[in-house]
């Protein structure tokens, strides 16, 4: 296995299992999700689950390289969707938990760039690889 290969695996499995966990904990604990959902978006609750069940849907099938790709492109488009609900924390210092304050502001804004790192690791997941060659 080749060098890229194996980063490219160990990527995949990261990202599922980190997937995987926040979709989950869209079920487990939905309020702080449901605090980020921009008001001009309705059921936030209904948005909430939903996004959880493609996080785990889109985690799991990363572990298959058979699902790989079209598990990365889906992840692509979910980094997109929820893009509004982290400019949405930001702008307007949205707290996770009631009566709490909010996260601080580089927190906030950090997110967005990371978003952008999220989504390009998902492209690179996507693509598809060359055939490796036997030694």
């Known amino acids: 296995m080749s060098r890229a290969t194996r980063a490219r695996t160990v990527s995949a499995f990261a990202t599922g299992i980190a997937m995987v966990a926040i979709g989950v904990l869209h079920f487990v604990n939905p309020t702080p999700f449901e605090r980020i959902v921009p008001p001009w978006l309705p059921a936030a609750k209904a948005l ?6 493609a996080e785990i849907a889109l985690g799991a099938g990363l572990f298959s390289e058979r699902t790989r790709r079209w598990a990365a492109w889906g992840l692509v488009a979910l980094y997109v969707a929820v893009f509004p609900a982290n400019v949405h924390m930001a702008l307007h210092r949205v707290s996770l ?3 709490e304050p909010p996260p601080p502001d580089w927190a906030l804004y950090a997110r967005l ?22 030694r």
């Open 97 to 99: 938990v009631q009566g």
């Open 113 to 134: 760039p990371l978003q952008a790192l999220l989504i390009a690791n998902a492209v690179w997941l996507a693509q598809r690889q060359a055939p490796s060659k036997q």
């Open 48 to 53: 909430v689950y939903l996004s959880g069940v």
